[in-house]
C-alpha cells in the first residue's frame, strides 16, 4: 500500500510546489514502514468518506431509476422502429428515397439501446466508488480505526437532490 494514501487520509498533509505532498507534522516527506506514528484522522477522512458515500447512494438511485426505463424504453423503441419501417415500405412504394424513414428506425433503435448503456455506466461508477470506499477501510484497518457512514437525501425537486453524509469515526 503507498503511503501516499495513508497521508491522504490524513489531517497534517500539506502540498509544497517544490516537494509535493509533505507532512505538516514533520515538515518533510513521508517516510514511515507500515503506519505513520503521527497520523490523524479527522476532517480530511470524514470529508472523503462523505463525498464518496453520497456518490454511491446518489449512484444506487440512479440505477434504480433507470431500471424502469429498462422496460418502458425497448417497447418504445420498437414501436417508434415498427413506424419507421411501415413508413420505409410506404415510401419505396411511391419510388422516393427513404432517407427520413431510415433515421427514425436509427432513433428507434437508439431507444432501445440507450437504458441498457446508461445502466452500465452507472453500474461502473459503482464498483470503482465501492473500490475507493474498499480502499480506504484497508488503510484504516492498519490504525484499527472504522468507521460509521449515514446519508441523507433532501426532497427531490426538478430531478435534483442534495445529500449529506454523516460519517463517524470509531477509534
Given at each position: 500500500m503507498k503511503m501516499k494514501r495513508h497521508c491522504?487520509?490524513?489531517d497534517?498533509?500539506?502540498f509544497n510546489l517544490k516537494k509535493g505532498s509533505i507532512c505538516g507534522a514533520t515538515k518533510r516527506k513521508p517516510d514511515f514502514n507500515g503506519t505513520c506514528v503521527r497520523i490523524e484522522f479527522n476532517n480530511s477522512l470524514k470529508e472523503?468518506?462523505?463525498?464518496?458515500?453520497i456518490n454511491l447512494?446518489?449512484?444506487i438511485i440512479m440505477k434504480k431509476k433507470f431500471d424502469s426505463s429498462l422496460i418502458l424504453n425497448p417497447v418504445f423503441g420498437l414501436i417508434v422502429v415498427a413506424m419507421?419501417?411501415?413508413l420505409w415500405k410506404y415510401i419505396l412504394n411511391k419510388g422516393f428515397i427513404a432517407f427520413i424513414p431510415a433515421s427514425i428506425i436509427a432513433i428507434g433503435l437508439y431507444i432501445i439501446r440507450n437504458p441498457f448503456t446508461q445502466k452500465k455506466i452507472i453500474k461502473n461508477e459503482?464498483?470503482?466508488i465501492k473500490?475507493?470506499?474498499?480502499?480506504i477501510k484497508n488503510v484504516l484497518k492498519l490504525y484499527q480505526v472504522s468507521y460509521e457512514a449515514k446519508v441523507e437525501f433532501t426532497k427531490e425537486v426538478h430531478g435534483k437532490q442534495?445529500?449529506?453524509g454523516h460519517i463517524k469515526i470509531l477509534k
Open positions: 491522504d487520509l490524513c497534517h498533509q500539506t472523503q468518506l462523505e463525498e464518496l458515500h447512494e446518489d449512484q419507421g419501417y411501415y459503482i464498483s470503482i473500490g475507493e470506499i474498499n480502499e442534495k445529500g449529506k
